[in-house]
C-alpha cells in the first residue's frame, strides 16, 4: 500500500495532466445589482451587463441597460463585449 | 455564458446569478423592445405525450385526411453547442415529424413559421420547459394557437424513462 501511495505521488507530482474543474466565479446578489446599476448610471461604476438569454426572451423583458448576446449564437454576438479584458462583466 | 466569456480573454466577470426571473421578482422595472402577447401556456406530462405519440405512430402519424397527427418542435440548444459542450446529443424517439430549430430562428421567420401545420397536435420540448411559453406566446401572433408544452422539457422525458434516439447525425 505505501508503495502504491509512493508511486501515485510520483506519478502525480511529475506526470502533469489536463485537470478539468468546475469554473468559479463571483457572485452578486439582486440588492448588489440594483445597487451597481445605481452607481453605473451615476458614473460610479463601469460594468457590462450581459443578457445571456434568447433574443426573443431579451425582446420581451430584459433589466435596463443590459446587452443581448445569447449563448446559442454566443460567436455571432460576442464582438460586443469589447476589447478590454479587464472590464468587468456580469452575465445573466 | 460566464465560461464563454471567460473563453475570449475577458478575466473580470461575475455572474448575477438571480437573473431576469429574480430581477422581476423583487419588483425592479424591465425593459421591453417587443412584448410578446399573454397567452396561457398549456403543458403535457412526459407520460402524455408519450402515450400520444405511441398512438400517432401506429397509425404512421398521419390521420385519414394525411394531415400529421402530432409535430414536435425541438428548440434545445443546438447539437454544435451541445457538442461543444461536449453534451450527450438525442432526441425524443417517434415517427412523427421533429421541427428543429432555435428558438430565435422563429423571430420574423414567416417560412418557418408558415411549416408548422394547422392541422393535429404541436408539442414544444425545451430542455427543462422554461423557455416554452415564449415560444407559444409568439407563434400565438401568427395564428398558431395548437401548440402545447412538455412539462419540465426533455429533463422529465429523460426522468420518466421515455424513450430517446441517440443521434450522431446530429453532430452534422
Redesign the interface.
Known amino acids: 500500500m505505501k508503495r502504491y501511495c509512493l508511486f501515485l505521488i510520483i506519478f502525480l507530482l511529475f506526470f502533469p495532466f489536463q485537470i478539468s474543474a468546475i469554473e468559479r466565479f463571483e457572485i452578486i446578489t439582486t440588492a448588489e445589482m440594483k445597487q451597481m446599476l445605481t452607481d453605473r448610471s451615476s458614473g460610479n461604476a463601469d460594468f457590462l451587463l450581459v443578457n445571456g438569454l434568447d433574443r426573443m426572451i431579451y425582446n420581451h423583458a430584459t433589466i435596463p441597460g443590459s446587452i443581448s448576446i445569447p449563448l446559442s449564437s454566443f460567436h455571432e454576438y460576442s464582438e460586443q463585449l469589447g476589447l478590454d479584458l479587464d472590464k468587468l462583466i456580469i452575465p445573466y | 455564458?460566464?465560461?464563454?466569456?471567460?473563453q475570449?480573454?475577458?478575466?473580470?466577470?461575475?455572474?448575477?446569478?438571480?437573473?431576469?426571473k429574480?430581477?422581476?421578482k423583487?419588483g425592479?422595472?424591465?425593459?421591453?423592445?417587443?412584448?410578446?402577447p399573454k397567452v396561457k401556456v398549456h403543458f403535457v406530462n412526459a407520460d402524455e405525450l408519450q402515450t400520444i405519440l405511441q398512438e400517432a405512430d401506429q397509425r404512421n402519424c398521419k390521420d385519414r385526411k394525411n394531415n400529421p397527427l402530432v409535430t414536435l418542435i425541438d428548440f434545445r440548444?443546438?447539437p454544435t453547442?451541445q457538442a461543444k459542450m461536449r453534451a450527450d446529443t438525442y432526441q425524443i424517439q417517434t415517427t412523427c415529424n421533429t421541427i428543429k430549430a432555435?428558438?430565435?430562428d422563429?423571430?420574423d421567420n414567416r417560412e418557418l413559421i408558415q411549416s408548422l401545420p394547422d392541422m393535429g397536435q404541436i408539442i414544444s420540448i425545451s430542455e427543462t420547459g422554461n423557455?416554452d411559453r415564449?415560444?407559444v406566446?409568439?407563434l400565438s401572433q401568427f395564428g398558431k394557437t395548437n401548440i402545447r408544452a412538455l412539462k419540465y422539457g426533455m429533463r422529465s422525458w429523460l426522468k420518466t424513462g421515455c424513450p430517446i434516439e441517440r443521434n450522431s447525425s446530429l453532430n452534422n
Open positions: 455564458m460566464a465560461v464563454a466569456i471567460k475570449t480573454g475577458h478575466t473580470n466577470i461575475t455572474i448575477y446569478n438571480g437573473g431576469l429574480d430581477w422581476i423583487a425592479h422595472k424591465v425593459s421591453s423592445v417587443a412584448p410578446l440548444m443546438s453547442l432555435q428558438l430565435d422563429f423571430i423557455r415564449f415560444l406566446q409568439y
